[in-house]
């Protein structure tokens, strides 16, 4: 886990991922769990973060930022570390995110997957980096099931969903 810089001016690498804006290798997300329409944890942002990595892992890799929004707003992490009661820390985020990884996706996240946090605006971002697969990788469906099924890859700034025709051949060109 790394950390970097205490005061209110972003450093390098988040000050530099907030200057480029969302990619085909950087997304931006509010939160992880914390719906802000709502007011209350939502498991389908969960889902979001999931299916974000995924189609990281299938593409080029990338860098999430979450405690970001669309804008390149910094937010922080305090609506997302309410929700894990006495485990609100960085570590206990990262405990969440890798368990939440780890049982959403059809490979372990360990050695592919880095998560560390930076203070940008006097509050925590949290960055997981995430290297490209060298196989195909899955991902559990949002309203259950535990048969990774879903297909998920990073085109431009957005992350797609495939299926059929299109995954065999994005497959076929991707990694064979």
């Not at 509010?30 to 189609?55: F, M, P």
């Not at 006495?86 to 998560?115: C, M, N, W």
């Amino acid at each position: 886990m790394w950390d970097q810089g205490q005061g209110d001016e972003p450093q390098a690498p988040l000050a530099n991922l907030l200057n480029v804006g969302e990619s085909q290798t950087v997304e931006y997300k509010s939160t992880a769990r914390w719906n802000l329409h709502t007011g209350q944890a939502d498991k389908r942002l969960e889902h979001v973060i999931t299916k974000t990595v995924c189609g990281f892992l299938n593409a080029e890799g990338g860098t999430l930022l979450i405690g970001v929004d669309d804008a390149g707003v910094v937010l922080g992490l305090q609506d997302d570390m309410a929700t894990l009661g006495d485990k609100a820390s960085r570590d206990g985020y990262e405990l969440f995110l890798r368990q939440r990884l780890d049982s959403g996706l059809s490979i372990p996240i360990a050695g592919i997957v880095k998560i560390g946090f930076e203070r940008a605006n006097d509050v925590d971002v949290c960055l997981v980096s995430v290297a490209a697969s060298g196989k195909p990788v899955f991902a559990k469906p949002r309203d259950g099931g535990q048969v990774p099924t879903e297909f998920w890859v990073r085109v431009g700034n957005a992350t797609k969903q495939l299926h059929g025709d299109d995954m065999l051949e994005y497959k076929s060109s991707h990694w064979d």
